[in-house]
């Protein structure tokens, strides 16, 4: 069992920045891929980016490549998205999730249902 909690999130104006963090319970953390997803009101679920257990390998939405970076620190139980220059179409609530799955990143780590376990949500507000 994993349990996943986000932090970070707020209110921002367009052109800046913050960086989520996601902490997990239990000591198996750094056999898990995470990624991140995000959900704005009345939209799907949506691919944000993922991370490989080891933190070797990661893919991002082909829009936010270039302004969100996503890391890990498997000795504090963490995974990070920086988020910059964001804009108002940011605005979500993001998601961390975590999927027991040390193979490669593939097109099935741009799946919600891929993933074994999810956190609450924390809120990003860009105002333009």
């Known amino acids: 069992q994993v349990q996943l909690v986000e932090s970070g999130g707020g209110l921002v104006q367009a052109g800046g920045s913050l960086r989520l963090s996601c902490v997990a319970s239990?000591?198996?953390?750094?056999?898990?891929?995470m990624g991140w997803f995000r959900q704005a009101p009345g939209k799907e679920r949506e691919f944000v980016a993922v991370?490989?257990?080891?933190?070797?390998?990661?893919s991002y939405a082909d829009s936010l490549k270039g302004r969100f970076t996503i890391s890990r620190d498997n000795a504090k139980n963490t995974v990070y998205l920086q988020m910059n220059s964001l804009k108002p179409e940011d605005t979500a609530v993001y998601y961390c999730a975590a999927d027991n799955w040390r193979g490669a990143i593939g097109a099935t780590s741009r799946r919600p249902g891929t993933y074994d376990y999810w956190g609450q949500g924390t809120q990003v507000t860009v105002s333009s």
């Open positions: 991370i490989s257990w080891s933190g070797d390998t990661t």
């Open positions: 239990g000591r198996t953390f750094s056999t898990y891929a």
